[in-house]
């Protein structure tokens, strides 16, 4: 969301939880940041109204706001329609003009904070607590002009304030829809505000997180100075007719519009007052706690039916006096504290297929995928997910939350040995990986065959079969000739290499997205990297094969021309020629031919143009100059194979598809590279192995050919 998104039809609309920018910026709607509002006030250079439905939020961003308002060149009127509480309350105590609605409340009380910790850790926040409730309460004074004890007293007893109440004890100055009242003396609405304390605890129940609020303690003329009192309440009155009555010299802004009345000269002062209907006020209250229960309790009904929500737990949400636009996330956080887990042994697992597609939505999220479950967390960061993961365990302390967050098991339970922030970045971590080594491709695999699976990493064995398999006349007695079968292996083992990465604290708070990129895509280079180096190695260097002890291009192979040559039509049918003329293992009989086939032509950088210009369609001048081969190769330049690599800038290959020359394995379950968590509870960082296990060696040389080249 942005600042722009909290204005509506002129005024600034501040609706939901005072949050965190990083918080507002995964959800949709349910609460404000002080950037945003900062935003939103730059978009009017003069006057601007406020309209506030607040239950508060963090107190640091409450306090930002009100530096905001203060801040800003034109005069602010807030607004207060619903209610005004805590941090929200806080917020607005700068604003030029505080009105409330008729069934508006606003409340005041100390900072608080969810804690685990030490003995002394939780002394020091509590100190914090208290230095932070005596400059909120100095805020609230300086407003109200009541003392910063008298305010104290308020916030120790969380007190809620009715509007007549507000403008009373000085946190609003008028009754939006009251201007026709006539004004009253303080003493009269001192006596007023008594009679309507019992209606008002009904709603303050109603409210208030923890049972029934304390009763709203009246402010009377001995706490309040007589410029308060005329600053609250003007009366119009003469003077000259009173002399016990003075008016201010600068009018305030009213609360109410008033009616003078002039007594006559030898009568006492009379002031009459039509009083505030307290008890329609008190029921639209009722009214919209009634709502608000009702609408939570529709909410959580389907969970309730699933067996996912208990009615306590429902209970305690509405208690708590939740909003209904933030009662959603608050039921998520439940619910995953509260996930059965199941399992015995090794094996644990959540139990709640919610709690996985969450986990889902989480993972997507954070690789930018919105088309499915990450569609509910768009544009979540870091930041987001570790604070996401604290829940409201930690109140608003962003740090502190995150910090929280990177080691949380609330919802895998600890199953995978690690936090729940190590398993959800380490599956990015590794599905972006896995994306980027399949975009790459394998150039190898021109020269390989289909990779094989290792069980472990001892040497396994690449097995070619043949034999003498020619077709023989039957015998007159009508038996057949047995075949020879004959096989030959060749060793192959799987290596493993990788390196360490860690995703670091700081970089949770500095939401570093880009490590989500930029390290499996450099992983996923470093692991093609790698098995083109291990592949086009055994080519370059010429690796022998294990069965024979014989390597790879040999005379003995009938693969290696005696002399070197260019790239020609002369050169590649006398290589051609060899591999037509290549027999089966095993066989004993000199016709029984392979039919291997040349397809590939490989060459190094230094021959890429001559390759090209080989295998280029051309029409020649005369017929001796056809190149028959040009439609039947298709050239690919490998740079590993050149002078650059320790090879040679002029040897070029003919290979053929259907025998390739290089095996190829995995170790089994490891077909791409994979990321592996080794510390997942690490406070400060997620530690993890990227790796990547790959084997490969010359087994089969009838396939290919070598000429050294000129």
């Not at 609605?101 to 685990?116: K, Q, V």
């Amino acid at each position: 969301m942005q600042g722009d998104d909290l204005i509506l039809n002129g005024e600034i609309i501040l609706e939901g939880d005072v949050l965190s920018h990083d918080f507002c910026q995964f959800m949709e709607g349910g609460c404000f940041s002080a950037r945003m509002v900062r935003e939103a006030l730059s978009r009017f250079s003069g006057d601007v109204t406020v309209r506030v439905n607040s239950g508060g939020g963090d107190p640091y961003e409450g306090e930002a706001i009100r530096a905001a308002i203060e801040a800003h060149p034109g005069r602010v009127t807030v607004v207060i329609a619903g209610v005004a509480a805590s941090a929200a309350s806080l917020m607005i105590m700068s604003a030029d003009r505080i009105e409330i609605s008729a069934g508006s409340f606003i409340m005041i009380h100390n900072p608080s904070r969810c804690l685990c910790g030490t003995a002394d850790e939780l002394r020091r926040h509590a100190s914090d607590l208290d230095q932070m409730a005596a400059v909120y309460a100095g805020v609230y004074a300086a407003r109200s002009g009541q003392t910063a004890a008298q305010v104290m007293s308020l916030m120790d007893a969380e007190t809620y304030f009715g509007p007549a109440e507000a403008v009373a004890a000085g946190f609003a100055d008028a009754i939006v829809g009251a201007e026709g009242m006539p004004a009253v003396p303080i003493a009269a609405v001192m006596a007023l505000h008594a009679a309507s304390v019992t209606n008002l605890r009904m709603c303050a129940d109603k409210f208030s997180a923890s049972g029934p609020a304390p009763a709203v303690q009246p402010t009377g003329t001995a706490g309040r100075t007589q410029a308060a009192v005329a600053a609250t309440q003007e009366v119009h009155m003469d003077p000259e007719e009173n002399p016990a009555v003075q008016a201010p010299a600068t009018p305030p802004v009213p609360p109410v519009s008033v009616t003078p009345q002039t007594p006559p000269a030898t009568a006492p002062l009379q002031v009459s007052m039509q009083a505030p209907d307290t008890a329609a006020i008190t029921e639209r209250a009722m009214q919209a706690e009634r709502d608000r229960q009702r609408g939570i309790r529709d909410m959580a009904r389907p969970f309730m039916s699933a067996g996912q929500l208990s009615e306590d737990q429902v209970n305690t949400v509405i208690d708590e006096g939740t909003s209904l636009a933030a009662a959603g996330s608050r039921f998520m956080t439940v619910m995953a504290a509260s996930a059965p887990i199941t399992g015995s042994g090794g094996g644990i697992r959540i139990t709640r297929d919610e709690t996985d597609t969450r986990i889902e939505g989480l993972v997507c999220a954070m690789m930018r995928q919105y088309d499915g479950p990450g569609q509910q967390f768009r544009g979540m960061r870091l930041s987001g997910l570790a604070m996401h993961l604290a829940g409201n365990r930690q109140g608003h302390d962003r740090n502190r939350a995150m910090q929280v967050g990177f080691r949380s098991t609330t919802m895998l339970g600890g199953a995978h040995g690690v936090s729940d922030f190590a398993y959800i970045t380490t599956e990015v971590m590794n599905r972006s990986l896995i994306a980027e080594y399949d975009r790459r491709g394998a150039n190898w695999s021109i020269v390989a065959g289909t990779p094989l699976e290792a069980s472990d990493f001892r040497e396994m064995h690449a097995v070619r079969f043949g034999g003498d398999f020619q077709l023989k006349t039957v015998k007159e007695n009508g038996e057949y000739h047995e075949a020879t079968l004959a096989d030959g292996a060749d060793g192959l083992a799987v290596e493993r290499r990788g390196r360490t990465i860690s995703l670091t604290f700081e970089a949770v708070v500095n939401d570093d997205m880009g490590a989500f990129q930029r390290i499996p895509r450099e992983f996923a280079m470093a692991a093609r990297t790698m098995e083109n180096s291990m592949v086009w190695k055994l080519i370059r260097t010429n690796a022998a094969l294990s069965s024979d002890s014989t390597a790879l291009f040999a005379t003995g192979h009938k693969n290696l021309a005696a002399s070197g040559g260019a790239i020609s039509a002369t050169t590649v049918g006398a290589a051609r020629k060899a591999m037509w003329e290549q027999t089966a293992y095993g066989s004993k009989d000199s016709d029984d031919f392979l039919q291997v086939v040349a397809d590939r032509l490989l060459v190094p950088p230094a021959l890429e143009l001559a390759a090209m210009q080989f295998a280029a369609s051309t029409t020649p001048v005369k017929d001796s100059e056809t190149n028959p081969f040009k439609d039947s190769l298709t050239p690919s330049t490998i740079p590993h194979l050149g002078a650059a690599a320790g090879g040679s800038d002029t040897a070029w290959y003919l290979i053929a598809s259907d025998l390739p020359p290089v095996s190829v394995a995995y170790l089994s379950g490891y077909e791409s590279p994979t990321v592996q968590t080794i510390e997942g509870m690490n406070p400060d960082k997620v530690t993890m192995n990227a790796r990547h296990i790959f084997g490969a060696a010359n087994t089969e040389f009838r396939g290919s050919y070598k000429n050294p080249g000129a």
